[in-house]
């Protein structure tokens, strides 16, 4: 850089960064006049004489590319025609351009002024700067004098004159060199400027595949269960410190990138001003100055990037390490889980045994003899039959098989072999409450010893996820409908503990390839066909079972089936028990639908057999009544309830068979519902401490957008099929109360009734925007453990009930039930206010009447107690939780109605 571009740039440098716009125009004009001068002296322009606009334009823009191509002939020969221009110029122009020249020495000397005082800071700088412009002062002082001289001394004037510009104009043409040099420097700043984004993003991009890894090695730990979690999370603590200060080095760099950008933007700036201007000085100091930022910019990210680079070289590390003891623990996990199941948690494990061993009897690859008793060893829970199954790993099927066989011992168990055949069970296939009462019940007679195996349809709807170690047999049943024989496939797999067969018809009606449960226009046919393949199932295993329990319509076509079918092919050491879970729903269908399973409508439809009360048809729940060993409904009160109307037409039936019919208190499956083991809950809480139940009142009502301003306002639950029994005009009713009490409410249901469903749709629509009502019409069973838990007060206003789950799931939540007094609810929800009951088992508030001033009563004084008695109110939650739901009492009636049957049975024998 020539000294006086030097020193222009830096005093106009420490111009802009101090001074105010004006000021930056001002010192351009100050340069332009300084050039111009030049010029005109070159080319004999009077400095006064206008050229036309598009010329100043033209002379602007192509000063550089003029001052690069020119050559020293073409100066020469232009020097003579300015020559013969400068005699021309008048003495007056002359004094009026050194008076330029003059002022623009004083606003130079001003603006190096103002570098100087703002110099301080750089004294190096400032003397440098002194220096240049010392010089640059100097030559203008000369330029001045010889002005004046050159009236009197004209060619030795502007023989010097010719000098200057010439010195002047390779001065020019080093600068546009610099210049050039430094635009190359900057593409290859940006070229690098590139290459860094690009590496930074590629180090995100391994950042967060490490992130991922990490998320995933975490839910391998939660596998892993409570092995050795101290030494594990300390080694995902270590890594993910590791990833935290990773994560500081790419935030770190991408601000090192962000100072790149801001250096681009003024580079790009500065090559703008480069093509418009010819402020060459300014630009290349701006430059100089630039390229030092760039330099010390580069040198951080640099040395940034080498920091983070080893730090990701150390996370890999980390990350091998800590897949090698993943692997090592889930090793352990395993082989210890296996240990576990066969010690601690048994049910799983067994109930595997013993699937396996009908699977091998079925498949004939050991006798029916051979799996009885190996059945029965599994049964017992028997050491060596563990011992060889734990040993089996890497053995063919066959070794096992051997070594299983080698211990198989005649002998004999007091429980009883027990087969739920059903359309529901929770959660693989649940609609209501029949599904919970499979799980709950085989589960609590599971744990009291007996062999429990559960028989379903395999839905393609179900809840896959629900099972484990579902697979299927490879083994075909062949089973009788309609006059031919079908194919079906056997699954078998555990849930809840539980063995379960899943039946997979090969019918081309593809019976449960339907979407949903119920509600097909062959729900007759596909029931039947399946009651049939199950009875199949059992007889080809050859098993001796003591009790076959059939549930509700659907599987009522069992009883029938076995006694008038199967016990005439010797398989008869089976009892039926039968379980009327709603007489709502008979199973009526014309007398001749009942041909398709193989039983005999002649010898059935008659009035004390089959036949309904309606004319030609018959009906599978009276067929069930008249056939079982032993007929059970769901809680006593229904059991009297049905003996008269609530029979609806099978009154007389349950009668004559009154003897072997009973009602028992269905239970609640108290590990499913459990608010303080609840994975769906926000906040586990138990009794003792309900601060969680208030937490989850408020993650509730955040979810759903209720208001929550008022943590005291009180939430009304109600979870249910909504269909007539369900007291639909009532849940309508409460919609209106509860708001005018105060409170909140919050349904959720879906109806199989369309006029129902379209019903509360509307209402759900007229309340969308409401902040305390929300109608949620689906199913959704995480929502529900979620308003068990929120809720203050639920809601059951059923016309009748059979049993009804919810209101004792509601109790073990504490939310207080307010309920209609009939069936289940009867025996299960006893008034606050009720003085003929003793106090500690009062637990609700009750109503009998199934009109809206009744119920709306019961809400009133429940909302009283509320707001009126708080401490009475906790109390009465407490009190509720801790209430035994469990199937505990239910079973020991179910098993003593099982046991005498079975005892009666073999002494038969
Ligand atoms: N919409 C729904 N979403 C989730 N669970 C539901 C829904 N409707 C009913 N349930 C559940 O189904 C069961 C109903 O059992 P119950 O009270 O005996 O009534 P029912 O068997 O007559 O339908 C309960 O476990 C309840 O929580």
Not at 38 to 60: C, I, Y
Not at 870 to 898: A, G, N, R
Request: a negative charge; glycine letters at 6%.
């Amino acid at each position: 850089m020539s000294c006086s571009a030097a020193a222009g740039a830096e005093a106009t440098a420490l111009l802009i960064r101090s001074a105010a716009p004006s000021t930056i125009v001002g010192r351009h004009r100050l340069a332009m006049s300084r050039r111009t001068s030049r010029r005109n002296l070159r080319t004999g322009v009077h400095p006064h004489q206008k050229s036309a606009p598009s010329a100043n334009h033209r002379n602007r823009a192509s000063i550089q590319r003029d001052r690069a191509s020119a050559s020293i002939d073409e100066e020469q020969k232009q020097m003579s025609e300015d020559e013969n221009g400068l005699l021309d110029i008048q003495l007056e122009d002359l004094v009026g351009m050194i008076q330029n020249t003059q002022k623009n020495i004083l606003l130079l000397n001003q603006a190096r002024l103002q570098a100087l005082e703002r110099a301080d800071k750089i004294l190096k700088e400032k003397e440098t700067l002194q220096q240049k412009i010392n010089i640059l002062e100097m030559k203008l002082s000369e330029t001045g004098k010889q002005s004046v001289l050159s009236s009197e001394v004209k060619s030795d004037e502007e023989s010097l004159e010719f000098d200057v510009v010439k010195e002047e104009n390779m001065l020019l043409k080093d600068e546009m060199n610099f210049l050039k040099g430094k635009l190359i420097e900057i593409t290859e700043t940006e070229e690098s400027l590139f290459k860094l984004e690009k590496e930074c993003a590629l180090l995100n991009a391994s950042l967060r595949e490490l992130e991922c890894t990490s998320t995933s090695a975490q839910s391998d730990v939660l596998k892993l269960g409570p092995l050795q979690q101290d030494a594990w999370w300390e080694k995902v603590e270590n890594l993910e410190d590791l990833l935290d200060s990773t994560a500081n080095q790419v935030e770190h760099a991408s601000l090192t990138l962000d100072g790149y950008r801001d250096f681009q933007d003024k580079v790009d700036k500065l090559k703008a001003s480069l093509g418009t201007t010819n402020v060459s000085e300014f630009c290349l100091y701006l430059v100089d100055i630039l390229q030092q930022r760039v330099k010390s910019v580069e040198e951080r990210f640099q040395a940034c990037n080498h920091e983070m680079h080893s730090q990701i070289e150390l996370y890999e590390h980390s990350i091998v390490e800590f897949h090698g003891t993943l692997s090592k623990l889930i090793n352990e996990s395993e082989k210890k889980s296996m240990e576990h199941y066969a010690e601690g948690m048994p049910s799983e494990f067994w109930s595997r045994i013993s699937l396996l061993i009908d699977g091998w009897s079925l498949e004939k690859k050991i006798s029916i003899n051979d799996a009885s008793m190996l059945r029965e060893m599994a049964w017992k829970r028997d050491n060596r039959l563990r011992e060889a199954y734990l040993s089996s790993r890497g053995m063919e099927e066959r070794e096992l098989i051997d070594s299983f066989l080698k211990m198989a011992l005649p002998g004999t168990s007091s429980g009883l072999h027990i087969v739920h055949i059903a359309a529901e069970m929770a959660p693989v296939a649940k609609v209501g409450g029949l599904a919970d009462v499979i799980s709950g019940l085989g589960k609590a007679l599971q744990k009291k010893g007996h062999l429990v195996e559960i028989i379903l349809p395999k839905y393609d709807c179900m809840q896959h996820n629900q099972i484990n170690n579902l697979k299927v047999l490879d083994v075909v049943v062949k089973s009788y409908f309609e006059g031919n024989m079908f194919a079906n496939k056997i699954w078998t797999g555990t849930v809840e503990g539980l063995p379960v067969y899943f039946i997979e018809p090969q019918h081309p009606g593809k019976f449960f390839w339907r979407a949903q449960y119920y509600g097909e226009h062959d729900d007759f046919k596909r029931f039947s066909y399946f009651s049939r393949v199950a009875l199949e199932l059992l007889y080809q295993s050859g098993k001796k079972v003591d009790i076959i329990h059939c549930h509700d319509w659907q599987t009522a076509f069992v009883a029938p089936l076995y006694w008038d079918v199967y016990a005439n092919l010797g398989f008869n050491s089976a009892r039926i028990c039968f379980t009327c879970h709603n007489f709502e729903y008979q199973g009526i269908a014309p007398a001749q639908d009942l041909a398709y399973c193989g039983l005999d409508v002649d010898h059935l439809d008659r009035p004390d057999r089959m036949r309904d009360n309606s004319h030609g048809r018959i009906n599978v729940v009276k067929g069930a009544v008249v056939y079982s060993n032993i007929v059970t409904t769901v809680s006593p009160t229904y059991a009297q309830e049905v003996r008269s109307e609530g029979g609806r037409g099978l009154q007389d039936t349950l009668k004559v068979h009154s003897k072997k019919f009973v009602g028992i208190l269905n239970g609640i499956d108290t590990d499913t519902w459990n608010p303080s083991t609840d994975r769906f809950l926000k906040v586990q809480y138990s009794a003792n401490d309900l601060y969680g139940k208030s937490a989850n009142k408020a993650a509730l009502r955040k979810q759903l957008k209720l208001a929550s301003t008022q943590a005291s306002q009180p939430l009304v639950g109600c979870i249910t099929r909504l269909v007539p029994q369900k007291g639909v005009h009532l849940i309508r009713h409460a919609i209106y109360k509860i708001t005018e009490l105060g409170g909140q409410f919050v349904l959720l249901g879906s109806s199989p009734v369309q006029h129902i469903q379209r019903e509360f749709e509307g209402i759900a629509d007229q309340f969308q925007n409401n902040n305390n009502v929300r109608l949620l019409l689906k199913y959704d069973d995480a929502l529900a453990h979620m308003i068990f838990a929120a809720s203050d007060m639920f809601i059951v206003p059923s016309m009748f009930e059979p049993c009804g789950l919810t209101q004792m799931v509601a109790m073990r939540y504490g939310s207080v039930p307010v309920v209609r007094r009939t069936g289940g609810l009867n025996d299960s929800v006893f008034d606050l206010d009720d003085e003929t009951i003793p106090m500690e088992v009062r637990n609700g508030f009750t109503f009998l009447k199934a009109d809206e001033q009744d119920f709306g009563n019961a809400l009133e004084r429940a909302f009283n107690y509320y707001h009126r008695k708080p401490e009475v109110w906790k109390q009465l939650v407490q009190k509720d939780m801790k209430i035994d739901f469990s199937w505990d009492t239910s079973v020991s009636q179910y098993e003593e109605i099982y046991q005498k049957t079975a005892t009666r049975a073999r002494a038969a024998a």
